[in-house]
């Protein structure tokens, strides 16, 4: 999509390379005969694992015209290249650990460095520029979030609305610009929660969008607290746009589902002593039906099931979340982050930090940098 309409850019979870470019290391290799190819891989999946390196492929079936490497093991046109470990574990490129060394004499093989990429390709393009190195296997992402590949017409048009929104709040009457968010169910393309910051950082600061706290999240430290108790908001340094939007979707659901609130808050006590994987159990709404009924219906649903924090939920703010509300909308469940602006000083989705790529985590949401047009992104 043009950027005149707007554009929706995806946000990897790793720093884009060229596909030339991605770091390789050094491995021992040799070429082996095929009837040796069952017992040399199993006896170095024990003495020597690539348990970090696992897209690697141990054993290359490769045409002979294109090897300098050696000739006449194997028969025909092709002949098997295994890695015998990775080089410079034992100290030096030069040294094969003991084990490896004898079973090396053991077959009399001929060992040589060869290079392999260190890293599994995340594009279809880095993988191609790795199989003319050493081939490598390449599994596109598993977690297959909807969007993450490109927006129709409509999607597209419910996210410049919902951005824009959020724009429109950046600006607070006394208290110059502040960051803002919206938390939006994309199934029925309704507001569930939206606020701004509630800092009041701008006060006697003098730097243009001071006032924003994921830019300048210690920029409480040093304001002019009197000043700050004349100020009419709720006044906390904790209190940045994205955190308060949760708070109020958490309220939301108090209101909405009363019935259920004991059980519910018995549940997430009760969580605290599971295990790891009987918590993530929880991730999904168990019945998305509920949500939708009680949102059109405008208050309480009482026989309904109280939906699991903000699971399925996209929200949209005007400036890159800090480390700290990144983190806040992993514990929520959030689906999709939408940002119109980055942050280079704190920012934890792709300016500094790139946290929707941290493999411990147990969730993971899709983040996109939404470009509008200059007169809108201006108001901000």
Known sequence: MGFKKGEIL?????????????????????????????????KLGKIAPMENYRHIKRVWKKKKKSVG???????????????????????????LPDDVAELVNAHQLSPFIAKVHKYAAITKEEWIEQCKLWPTSYHPPTYNIEGITGFNEEDSESVFHFMKMA?????????????????????????IASANDQTCQAISASTVNAGVSCLYPWNWTEQDTAAAGNIDCSWHPLRHAALVAIEQASSRDKRLYPAGLEDFEDQATDQVDCT?????????????????????NGGSFEGGERPYLCTGYDIFVAWEPCTMCAMALVHQRIRRIFYAF?????????????LQGEKSLNHHYAVFRVLLPEEESSKA
């Open 167 to 191: 724009l429109e709040m950046t600006v607070v009457g006394g208290q110059g610009v502040v960051n803002a968010a919206v938390i939006v169910d994309p199934s029925i393309r309704q507001v």
């Open 10 to 42: 995806h946000i990897p979870d790793k720093i884009p390379l060229k596909p030339n470019e991605q770091p390789t290391i050094d491995v021992f290799a040799s070429v082996i005969e095929p009837k040796l190819t069952n017992t040399l891989v199993k």
């Open 342 to 354: 980055p942050n280079p000083n704190c920012g934890a989705l792709g300016s500094v930090y790139r």
């Open 276 to 296: 790891m994987s009987k918590r993530q159990k929880v991730d999904f709404v168990k019945d998305e039906k509920v949500l939708k009924a009680a949102c059109s």
């Open 69 to 95: 490497e050696g000739e006449g093991e194997g028969g025909g046109d092709f002949q098997l290249v295994l890695i015998l470990c990775i080089a410079g574990e034992n100290g030096g490129n030069e040294l």
